[in-house]
C-alpha cells in the first residue's frame, strides 16, 4: 500500500508551535520503601509531536482537502517531512555549511511516516487574510 505524502508548500511549520514528547514506554513499580523503579512496558515507543503553521486560504483549501480526503479525516498513515531536519544545513564540523560542487549549501531531507493524533486540527483566523492551522501527529517507530 501506498501513503498519501505531505502537500509541498505547507511545510513551513511555526517554531513557536512545535513540541516533540516520547511516548512513556515503562512500568513504573513502586516498593514498600526506596524509590520507584521501573522496566519497560512494551519494546517499540511512538513519538507525538504538535505542529502549526499558518497559511493563507489556498492553503487551508490544501490542508482541509488532504485531511479530509487523503488521509480519511485523519484516519489513514502518511507521509510527512520531518520539521527537525527537512531543509537544515548540513553543518561541517567547523560550523560552516557543507557545499555542493556548484557552491549550493547542501541541506538534509528526511520523512517520517506518522498519523494525526488524538484531536483533529484546530482552525484559528490570524489576521484578516490567514489561518493558523494547529495538529499533532504521532510519528510511527
Same mark, same amino acid.
Given at each position: ?26 512500568? !513504573? ?35 482541509? !482537502? ?30 560552516s555549511p557543507l557545499l555542493a560542487g556548484d557552491g549550493t549549501p547542501l541541506?538534509?531531507?528526511?520523512? !517520517? ?29
Amino acid at each position: 500500500m501506498s501513503y498519501p505524502v505531505w502537500p509541498a508548500g505547507l511545510d513551513q511549520f511555526e517554531r513557536s508551535g512545535y513540541q516533540v514528547q516520547r511516548q512513556d514506554a515503562r512500568r !513504573r513499580r513502586q516498593a514498600d520503601a526506596g524509590p520507584p523503579a521501573f522496566r519497560r512496558r512494551f519494546t517499540s515507543a511512538a513519538t507525538m509531536v504538535s505542529l502549526s503553521l499558518v497559511t493563507d486560504r489556498n492553503g487551508k483549501a490544501v490542508f482541509d !482537502r488532504f485531511y479530509e480526503d487523503a488521509t480519511q479525516l485523519g484516519a489513514w498513515l502518511f507521509w510527512m517531512p520531518d520539521p527537525a531536519t527537512q531543509g537544515w544545513p548540513v553543518i561541517a564540523a567547523t560550523g560552516s555549511p557543507l557545499l555542493a560542487g556548484d557552491g549550493t549549501p547542501l541541506v538534509m531531507g528526511s520523512r !517520517r511516516l506518522v498519523s494525526f493524533g488524538d484531536e483533529p486540527p484546530v482552525e484559528t483566523m490570524h489576521g484578516d487574510h490567514e489561518f493558523r492551522i494547529a495538529f499533532g501527529v504521532v510519528v510511527m517507530p
